[in-house]
């Protein structure tokens, strides 16, 4: 039996269409979150070495290493986009 991603349940890639474009996000759960190329899955690496929440700007297949993901949530990059996404959701 093929393994899926344990955290594809609260996964925003997976659960709540935060992509732009619906047949990417499709993409990447046929890619990454239904197969044991989860294991692969920057957001998934990245989020066992996080103390923070990785927000939805960061994709499976990110064009940046995993530790320079986990050095920005870490640091409060991500910040600025986070507030702007709940600002505009009021």
């Known amino acids: 039996m093929e393994e899926v991603c344990v ?3 609260k ?3 997976f659960n709540e269409g935060t992509l732009l474009n619906e047949k990417t ?3 990447y759960k046929t890619v990454y979150c239904t ?3 989860y294991k692969q899955c920057k ?3 990245a989020s066992q070495r996080c103390t923070r929440p990785l927000p939805v700007q960061v994709l499976p297949n990110a064009s940046i290493t995993v530790d320079e ?3 920005r949530v ?3 990059f991500y910040d600025i986009f986070n507030k702007k996404d709940k600002d505009s959701q009021n």
């Open 69 to 71: 993901i986990v050095r």
């Open 7 to 9: 955290k594809m349940e």
């Open 35 to 37: 197969t044991e190329r």
């Open 74 to 76: 870490e640091s409060g």
């Open 25 to 27: 996000g499709e993409t």
């Open 43 to 45: 957001r998934y690496l």
């Open 11 to 13: 996964c925003p890639i």
